[in-house]
Nanobody
């Protein structure tokens, strides 16, 4: 069974940091674009960041630029999202996804994790 399993969420004060992890099980995603998305209560899921299969290229939503860093360790089949200077508006369930298209992108993800809650208090 293919699974993406997120971890690392929690409660943090504004200005603090968290690092999310997403591990793949059941198949390897070392040749896939991987991404992070989030969904706040009452809102649609939105794109946060994506990283190319080799880690050489990453793309961020405007809300994440300068504060979040996406990375991957293909040897461990794991991706990460380091989040700095967190704000209350970053509060959401964060999901990782795998995009099997050779072009990647911010849509059309094929696999999803179950999500991890991030709560930022003011």
């Amino acid at each position: 069974q293919v699974q993406l399993v997120e971890s690392g969420g929690g409660l943090v004060q504004a200005g603090g940091s968290l690092r999310l992890s997403c591990a793949a099980y059941g198949r390897t995603f070392t040749s896939a674009y991987m991404g992070w998305f989030r969904q706040a209560p009452g809102k649609e899921r939105e794109f946060v960041a994506t990283i190319r299969w080799d880690g050489a290229m990453a793309y961020y939503a405007d809300s994440a630029k300068g504060r979040f860093t996406i990375s991957r360790d293909n040897a461990e089949d794991t991706i990460y999202l380091k989040m700095n200077n967190l704000k209350p508006e970053d509060t959401a369930v964060y999901y990782c996804g795998a995009n099997l298209s050779p072009y990647g992108g911010t849509h059309g993800y094929d696999y999803w994790g179950q999500g991890t809650q991030v709560t930022v208090s003011s």
